[in-house]
């Protein structure tokens, strides 16, 4: 075979990984998305019947804390705690390091702007006065909003208020956003007491448009596993036959990329994205 071919289906190869990555990352990510947040839809309302629910302490990240609705843009999301891109991939997440909403303090909740069903990528249009409401353990709360604001712009006072800040990206595209976007909104009701025990440790991956190394391991071995399944695939096509191969061996690739996919989505772009 010459160099000249075997350049050309390197290209190939690689021109349809980036094509594939990206149909994930508009297509399919919303998908995997929506059925995330099925699941913890049905968990937290177990977990709020039975009152397990956590209120403080240390969570566990991609917990459900509370529901979460914007009337202004249509929004209902479940929020887990974690700000990592991996727990962004979910829905919106919860702070570690902040009060949950309702209680004294600034609650601080991220959210994904372009991929995984963007739930916060309209939160930039919300005006003063709307109503953003939250479901816990602890009860139902209403916040108004102050005001949005950009990087640069100075941040509102905290003392002897309960406030819950909005955060997610704005403008640009995949390949990074223009700024960090921030909503400022302020409890209407009385606050309810904090439990204590809440980690004061903030990971490098869970800070605004940081992205989830974490993962990296798991990127590298999903890897691993695709190499081994292509190269089963081919020895297969000579050996056993190629109808046979084909019904066996693609979904078995097809299920090792969509992992490749998922791991690289979030150890590559920042969670906010």
């Known amino acids: 075979m010459s160099k000249a071919r075997v350049l050309t289906q390197a290209l190939l190869v690689l021109s349809a990984l980036a094509f594939g990555f990206a149909a994930y990352l508009l297509i399919l990510s919303p998908l995997q998305y929506d059925r995330a947040q099925t699941l913890l839809y049905a968990q937290a309302r177990e977990t709020l019947a039975d009152t397990s629910m956590p209120t403080g302490g240390k969570i566990d990240a991609g917990t459900p804390i509370a529901f979460l609705e914007i009337p202004g843009l249509q929004l209902s999301e479940v929020v887990v705690e974690g700000t990592a891109g991996s727990q962004l991939a ?3 997440g919860h702070g570690r390091t902040t009060p ?26 919300l005006q003063s006065g709307d109503e953003v409401k939250v479901t816990t353990a ?15 712009d100075p941040r509102p006072p905290v003392a002897g208020v309960s406030r819950m800040m909005l955060i997610s990206a704005e403008g640009g595209d995949l390949t990074g956003p223009e700024r960090t976007v921030y909503v400022d909104t302020t409890l209407t009701g009385d606050a309810v007491a904090a439990p204590g025990g809440r980690s004061t440790t903030l990971l490098p991956e869970e800070s605004a448009l940081k992205r989830d190394t974490g993962v990296l391991v798991d ?55």
């Open 219 to 273: 990127l590298v071995l999903w890897l691993q596993v695709l190499l081994l399944a292509v190269g089963v695939f081919a020895w297969a096509r000579i050996r056993w036959g190629r109808w046979e191969t084909w019904l066996v061996g693609v979904p078995v690739v097809v299920a090792a990329t969509w992992q490749v996919y998922q791991s690289a989505a979030v150890a590559v772009l920042p969670n906010l994205l």
């Open 90 to 92: 979910q829905g919106p």
């Open 100 to 125: 949950l909403p309702g209680q004294p303090g600034t609650s601080v909740l991220m959210g994904r702007a372009q991929t995984y069903g963007a739930p916060f990528k309209d939160i930039g249009r």
């Open 138 to 152: 602890q009860g139902r709360f209403t916040y108004r909003v102050d005001r949005v604001r950009r990087d640069g």
